[in-house]
């Protein structure tokens, strides 16, 4: 047999690694950003057509090429930055492994001007697709201004890869804020045709701020230390802030922002019983260490670094964390009942203030004018479960304006009941005999054992299934809302805002948009008590975490349908820690048993689970 093994040529190897390196135009926008700030450029300009599919372009005043070295750079393993493999080991750029224009070039068409200071005149390449086409000389700026047009126009199932542009949009405003938070001292601006963004060099927090707005700004407690194998430093937000989705977590290490898993636990764990367990923390940290300490090449995209002492800077993290949150007061300095002691530590040197005390000089206890006190039952406002107001109270459960749904006839739901659920013999109206246990569970019992039901995951499925009903019968009902609600959306979640405007109007939210400000003035006239900022924020973060997919809606009319559904009854339901009443649970119980499908929430989580009776005694045997 002959041989058959060749050597690949360029152009393929090229395509291959272009796999690795280059999976979307937000890759590209990555290192060709990162490129620029190796060059030293104090000014990158980023232009954006059709989400980066027919153009990316990036231009700085760094250090430019020579004619030889442009071409050079879009060699294989073509680089200006290491020489020697011990180079690996003091890394100070970015970029080292040569890989990320020959890799681009491969999969696009490149355009490229560069001039170094020095050189009166520079110099133009023309790449298609690996192959070069044309240089010649060039009167440009000095820097380098890159084009790389229709990414992926050779490797037609990669283009076909591609997301939406508002995807790709968002991906690439993804990135872009990534390279602002690290280079807080270049001016960087983008430009993506349908929103431009500019930022003036400033300070790591003033950067912070500028590209999330100010929504973090006086939420951010500084984080600072610096011992032998590390210095830390940036911001982490305080605990009332958690978010529930999309939170802002950024390592930065040596200027280079990367994923660590390890760290981010260490992180994480220091807001352990100061956050619900389904909420994260933001943090914006960066460490410096010696580049001989850690190593960066470990992955293609260089978005992952091995330390040396990774288990020593964990101690060192969680101590700082630690003692920035107790520092600024957002730890309870005290684990039990704060609320009993609402006085301020004294520091060295303060003198303690007088209590103040406010006196009715013309108080009388025995006359009736001056006695405020109730006399009667009556009198109490506020009182708990008021017998006088008790139905009313009930009935507003019953009919759903405080969020418990509608009201419905009691033997419906009973056989109902035993169709959802067969095999159970309900000898009762069940929920009758509820409990409640650790404020989050409801415990009733039917004959073949104890049902335990999470009380809000049960709160949700019911909301649920009453807003999809509405939507199918498409009501449209508009209440204005007296205060309208501004909301200041990020970037890129103003991008997406924008995408499902649309959609979200034809439920019956109203907006007004200003600059960048949204104003609710209106929202669906079935919802009462509702937090519309928190709600937008969470059907946003849904649709750019991929969770509610707009092109798989339960109605191709209204791709939200289902993902505006579970975000209004999470958003409306009960916590899990709302103490209830025997009626409210047992109102709970009951809604949820007459539902088709009570056993799973729309999220798919499990909502209750049966206790058998014959499990009971085995247990008790
Ligand atoms: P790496 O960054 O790993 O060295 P690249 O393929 O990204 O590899 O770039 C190859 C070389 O091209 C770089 O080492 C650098 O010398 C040169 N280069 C790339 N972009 C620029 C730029 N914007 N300005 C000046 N030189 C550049
Ligand atoms: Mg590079």
């Given at each position: 047999m002959s041989d058959i093994i060749r050597l690949l040529p360029d152009s393929v190897a090229n395509q291959i690694a272009a796999g690795e390196v280059i999976q979307r135009p937000a890759s590209v926008i990555k290192e060709l950003v990162e490129n620029s700030v190796d060059a030293g450029a104090s000014i990158i300009k980023i232009y954006i057509k059709d989400a980066g599919r027919t153009l990316i372009q990036v231009v700085d005043n760094g250090k430019g090429m020579s004619e030889t070295d442009a071409r050079m750079a879009f060699e294989r393993h073509a680089t200006s930055k290491i020489n020697v493999a011990d180079d690996l080991f003091r890394l100070t750029t970015m970029g080292f492994r040569g890989e990320a224009l020959p890799s681009i070039c491969a999969v696009s068409q490149i355009d490229i001007r560069t001039r170094t200071p020095e050189s009166p005149i520079g110099t133009r390449l023309l790449i298609n697709g690996s192959r070069v086409e044309t240089q010649e000389a060039d009167v440009c700026d000095a820097g380098t201004n890159i084009m790389v047009k229709n990414l992926f126009f050779n490797v037609p199932a990669r283009r076909k890869f591609l997301k939406t542009d508002s995807v790709e949009n968002s991906n690439i405003l993804r990135e872009f804020e990534r390279l602002a938070l690290v280079n807080n001292n270049i001016h960087l601006s983008i430009d993506l045709g349908s929103r431009v963004l500019d930022l003036r060099p400033a300070s790591f927090k003033n950067r912070i701020t500028d590209i999330w707005k100010n929504a973090l700004d006086l939420h951010l407690l500084p984080v600072d230390i610096d011992t032998a194998i590390v210095k830390v430093e940036g911001y982490i937000s305080r605990p009332e802030y958690a978010r529930r989705r999309n939170p802002l977590q950024y390592l930065i290490v040596n200027g280079r922002n990367m994923r660590h898993p390890y760290f981010h636990k260490a992180i994480v764990s220091c807001y352990d019983s100061l956050i619900a367990s389904d909420t994260q923390p933001c943090y914006f940290l960066k460490f410096t260490v010696d580049p001989s300490s850690i190593d960066v090449n470990i992955h293609p995209t260089k978005n992952e670094i091995k330390f040396e002492n990774e288990q020593e800077i964990f101690a060192i993290l969680r101590a700082a964390i630690k003692a920035s949150l107790a520092k600024n007061g957002a730890v309870p300095s005290i684990d039990f009942n704060t609320d009993i002691l609402p006085v301020k530590p004294l520091h060295k040197g303060e003198i303690p203030e007088r209590p103040k005390l406010t006196l009715s000089q013309s108080y009388n206890p025995f006359s009736s004018a001056g006695n405020n006190f109730p006399k009667s039952d009556s009198q109490i406002k506020d009182k708990p479960a008021n017998i006088d107001n008790w139905d009313k109270l009930y009935s507003e459960f019953m009919t759903g304006s405080r969020g418990f749904g509608d009201k419905k006839i009691e033997i419906e739901k009973k056989e109902a009941l035993q169709s959802s659920l067969p095999g159970m013999n309900f000898t009762d109206k069940i929920g009758s005999l509820c409990i409640q246990h650790a404020s989050r569970y409801l415990v009733t019992s039917v004959s073949e054992g104890l049902i335990i039901i999470h009380q809000r995951?049960?709160?949700?499925?019911?909301?649920?299934?009453?807003?999809?009903?509405?939507?199918?019968?498409?009501?449209?009902?508009?209440?204005?809302?007296?205060?309208?609600?501004?909301?200041?959306?990020?970037?890129?979640?103003?991008?997406?805002?924008?995408?499902?405007?649309?959609?979200?109007?034809?439920?019956?939210?109203?907006?007004?948009?200003?600059?960048?400000?949204?104003?609710?003035?209106?929202?669906?006239?079935?919802?009462?008590?509702?937090?519309?900022?928190?709600?937008?924020?969470d059907i946003v973060d849904a649709v750019l975490e991929g969770s509610i997919d707009m092109k798989k809606g339960l109605d191709k009319e209204m791709p939200l349908y289902d993902g505006l559904a579970i975000s209004m009854a999470r958003s409306l339901a009960i916590s899990n820690n709302q103490k209830l009443s025997a009626d409210e649970m047992e109102h709970i119980v009951s809604e949820l048993f007459s539902l088709p499908d009570p056993m799973y929430g729309p999220n798919g989580k499990r909502i209750f689970f049966t206790l058998e009776d014959s499990r009971i005694e085995n247990a008790l045997n």
């Open positions: 995951r049960a709160h949700i499925k019911i909301l649920y299934e009453k807003f999809i009903d509405r939507f199918k019968r498409s009501e449209k009902t508009v209440q204005s809302l007296m205060f309208p609600e501004l909301i200041d959306f990020d970037p890129e979640h103003f991008e997406v805002f924008t995408n499902i405007e649309k959609d979200l109007t034809g439920f019956g939210f109203v907006f007004e948009k200003k600059n960048d400000v949204i104003k609710v003035t209106g929202i669906p006239g079935y919802v009462d008590n509702l937090n519309v900022k928190s709600l937008l924020t």
